[in-house]
T-cell receptor, first 114, second 111 residues
Framework: KAGVTQTPRYLIKTRGQQVTLSCSPI?????VSWYQQTPGQGLQFLFE???????NKGNFPGRFSGRQFSNSRSEMNVSTLELGDSALYLC?????????????FGSGTRLTVV | GQQVMQIPQYQHVQEGEDFTTYCNSS?????IQWYKQRPGGHPVFLIQ?????EVKKQKRLTFQFGEAKKNSSLHITATQTTDVGTYFC???????????FGSGTKLNVKP
């Protein structure tokens, strides 16, 4: 069974640009959540999608947005990039939404903003 | 705001020694999950606790959920070098509808 796939693995962007990250969940998993990991702030929850609907949202500005497609694949978009957005972005999938079961994480996308 | 605190931040032990990390929440949690992240890797789900006072074991790992569902611990008996990594707790609060990760405890095991 294939795991959670995130693309690209590495990305370098310039401040002010926008970026789109992709996540393909484990087959059969309908919940996809996104996290930002930095040395200073640790792991922070961005949002969760289930059946193409955002179910939960963390405390991030509106520059961070996401969506989920009918095949459960999800994308995360960050507009007007700032230097502080440099981080490892992880997505995780689960059978159902609601954080009542464990999540399987992908290997992440390492975003560097210069 | 509500958040999940985890201590200690770092722990260095000699192989064979025990290790414990603690997770504390300011509000009652619906459940708590534990993850392990190896250096350079991604978090891997270990276990979930749901019931007040619940204790679960996985070989040398013992997980506990407090009676008030505000704290949890992970205890590793007789650590091995394969235990090296950062251990995170993560809790969900229905009343805030939020999912929080603890800051993690980085474990280093000296052979």
């Amino acid at each position: 069974k294939a795991g959670v796939t995130q693309t690209p693995r590495y990305l370098i962007k310039t401040r002010g640009q926008q970026v789109t990250l992709s996540c393909s969940p484990i087959s059969g998993h309908r919940s996809v959540s996104w996290y930002q990991q930095t040395p200073g702030q640790g792991l922070q929850f961005l949002f969760e999608y289930f059946s193409e609907t955002q179910r939960n949202k963390g405390n991030f500005p509106g520059r961070f947005s996401g969506r989920q497609f009918s095949n459960s694949r999800s994308e995360m978009n960050v507009s007007t990039l700032e230097l502080g957005d440099s981080a490892l972005y992880l997505c995780a999938s689960s059978l159902a939404a609601g954080f009542d079961r464990g999540y399987t994480f992908g290997s992440g996308t390492r975003l560097t903003v210069v | 705001g509500q958040q999940v605190m985890q201590i200690p931040q770092y722990q260095h032990v000699q192989e064979g020694e025990d290790f414990t990390t603690y997770c504390n929440s300011s509000t009652t949690l619906s459940n708590i999950q534990w993850y392990k992240q190896r250096p350079g890797g991604h978090p891997v789900f270990l276990i979930q606790l749901v019931k007040s006072g619940e204790v679960k074991k996985q070989k040398r790992l013992t997980f506990q959920f407090g009676e008030a569902k505000k704290n949890s611990s992970l205890h590793i008996t007789a650590t091995q070098t394969t235990d090296v990594g950062t251990y995170f707790c993560a809790g969900f609060t229905y009343n805030f509808n939020k999912f929080y990760f603890g800051s993690g405890t980085k474990l280093n095991v000296k052979p």
